[in-house]
């Protein structure tokens, strides 16, 4: 497929080139050789202008630096990808935050008012996004909504993982949307899609509806049956004993579609589901897993293996084992 030179920025020891792909952006962004070990950090930008740009994140790759880790993440990617505009005073803001194992769609603000404005939007409900979840069960209902308060487990009792979020009375307003595409089953269980539509933006809301509904997303180390296997994820990282516990090394959650208001009309994007979740629909073996060395080690590089083929990125930073506070 023939490429054409679109546009070039540069900043200081920086340069990021864009390429126009039959219509299609491709970002490749670069960093200078003397700053530490290459980890290669991949994400597809779906549409752009002045104002915004709009990312198809894979997992694992984390949203904003968390715990003082030295790793690859979104934001350094966008700063590397956006360096004119960055050298020039702006500031890209991430409005639409994924956790590190969901991918999908991402809005990001180029500047202080995009943000603001974009933010008030979501604020005041006048955003719509859908997500794509594959879950353990066959639900009964066509559709159904859930509105249940959330709160962090730890408040109202002991709690082994301090983020994990629960169901409770004292929780704040949690509304989210379900419909049933389909079902089907196989050797490993049975399972559906589900179209969720979050009304309200709680942490972790769609994975804590669902288990609520006794439909755990494939995957889920939080929220699955056994939340030890979260621990025993953090304490030694991927095995063959968790493969077999959770199907999938990331939880099967997807943010495929985000419609906003933006110059007096409504602007739509969608993003298709990534291949290590499509494949394992359609053939549960074909799914490639990271081996335990691999998830355990310092570098990236073999967690985001896993991941379906986007735009690469590569950055000078050094990897790191995945992060408590940002699943």
């Known amino acids: 497929m023939a490429l054409s030179l679109g ?7 920086h340069a990021a080139l864009i390429l ?13 050789v003397n700053e530490g070990p290459e980890a290669i950090l991949e994400f597809g930008v779906i549409d752009e202008s002045d104002d ?18 030295d790793e690859p993440t979104l934001l350094c990617g966008l700063e590397e990808l956006l360096a004119f505009e960055v050298a020039n005073g702006k500031k890209p803001a991430i409005i639409t935050r994924l956790d590190r194992e969901t991918s999908g ?35 009964e209902w066509m559709e159904v909504t859930v509105d249940q308060p959330i709160i962090r487990q730890g408040l109202i009792q002991p709690s082994a993982i301090w983020l994990k979020r629960t169901v409770h009375e004292s929780g704040r307003e949690s509304l989210t949307h379900f419909r049933l595409v389909r079902s089907w089953e196989n050797q490993l269980g049975v399972f559906s899609e ?39 994820f953090i304490d030694h990282g991927w095995s063959d004993a968790l493969r077999t516990r959770m199907i999938l090394p990331r939880q099967a959650l997807h943010a495929a579609r985000l419609k906003i208001p933006w110059g007096g009309a409504m602007r739509e994007w ?27 080690s310092p570098s990236i590089s073999a967690n985001l293996a896993i991941l379906s083929a986007h735009i690469p990125i590569a950055l000078s930073k050094a990897g790191t084992h995945l992060s408590i506070n940002s699943l």
């Open 20 to 32: 126009l792909a039959h219509g299609v952006r491709v970002a490749l962004a670069c960093a200078p």
């Open 270 to 296: 969608h993003c298709p589901l990534p291949a290590d979740l499509s494949h394992w629909m359609n053939d549960p073996d074909a799914v490639s897993f990271p081996s335990q060395e691999s998830v355990g």
């Open 194 to 232: 589900i179209a969720c539509l979050p009304v309200t933006g709680r942490t972790h809301q769609i994975r804590v509806h669902l288990s609520h509904l006794g439909l755990p997303i494939v995957g889920d180390k939080i929220y699955g049956s056994d939340e030890t296997t979260f621990l025993d």
């Open 7 to 13: 546009k070039c920025r540069s900043a200081v020891n």
């Open 52 to 69: 915004f740009i709009v990312i198809a994140k894979p997992a694992p790759l984390i949203v904003h630096p968390s715990n003082g880790r």
């Open 105 to 139: 769609l991402v809005l990001v603000a180029k500047h202080t008012d995009a943000a603001r404005h974009l933010a008030m939007s979501l604020q005041f409900r006048d955003a719509e996004k859908e997500y794509i979840a594959l879950v353990h069960g066959r639900p």
